[in-house]
């Protein structure tokens, strides 16, 4: 079956070069596209995508809070920020917002389309120095405030970093050398002591940042 995937994107030419990917794309169906947070808001609903391609800096309601406002109403659609924003606000807030991936403009069609089977599938796509600015941002920050509820042991910690970097549940199993079952079991602990129901939700958490926080993007173009 097809993924149907919506792009919202408010450069025209450039939405318009997104749509021809995926109607050129083997396995892939354009479901909409849309100019802005407020007709996607109206319609994406109905529309019911399987993978959502989300500009930040868009007229009026920006991408991250258009995410936000459309996860409850799409609990299984995956959103992939596409944006030429690379600092660690952008990437945090549209994780904890919902987002699934975090793709920079410049990724070329065959990544592109690469990442949105991966998200598709259940990962986390994201651009290679996005994926390395997390990790920083894990290794430059302290680690957080032992709680009896929410300190993670080191295995959880590792299994946390490897979901942050985008790696599938079977990557990881491969990865620290344990079975998917032991993984999923690493996982619900994670959310649990998190107070958290998802990956995006749980990366953002451990980073530090707030999960309702609403930090606005800066004017620029993204």
């Not at 919506?6 to 021809?20: G, H, M």
């Not at 009026?60 to 600092?87: A, H, S, W």
């Amino acid at each position: 079956m097809s993924i149907a995937v919506a792009i919202i994107e408010d450069d025209a030419p450039a939405r318009e070069i997104l749509a021809n990917w995926i109607r050129r794309a083997e396995g892939f169906r354009l479901a909409g596209e849309h100019g802005s947070a407020e007709s996607a808001l109206e319609s994406l609903a109905a529309q019911k995508p399987a993978v959502v391609l989300m500009d930040i800096n868009l007229p009026g309601l920006n991408g991250i809070e258009c995410v936000r406002r459309l996860k409850p109403l799409l609990p299984e659609t995956q959103f992939v920020m596409l944006t030429v924003y690379e600092d660690a606000d952008h990437i945090f807030n549209a994780l904890a917002a919902g987002a699934s991936g975090y793709l920079l403009k410049q990724t070329p069609r065959s990544e592109l389309l690469a990442a949105l089977k991966q998200v598709h599938g259940g990962g986390s796509p994201m651009t290679s120095n996005i994926a390395r600015k997390i990790v920083q941002s894990f290794q430059q920050k302290p680690q957080p405030q032992a709680t009896e509820d929410a300190e993670l042991s080191p295995r959880e910690s590792e299994v946390l970093e490897l979901l942050a970097r985008g790696y599938l549940y079977k990557e990881i199993a491969d990865s620290l050398g344990i079975s998917l079952p032991t993984v999923n079991t690493y996982i619900r602990r994670i959310y649990e002591k998190l107070h958290v129901r998802s990956r995006s939700q749980a990366v953002a958490k451990y980073a530090h940042l707030p999960l309702g926080e609403d930090r606005r993007p800066s004017p620029a173009r993204g």
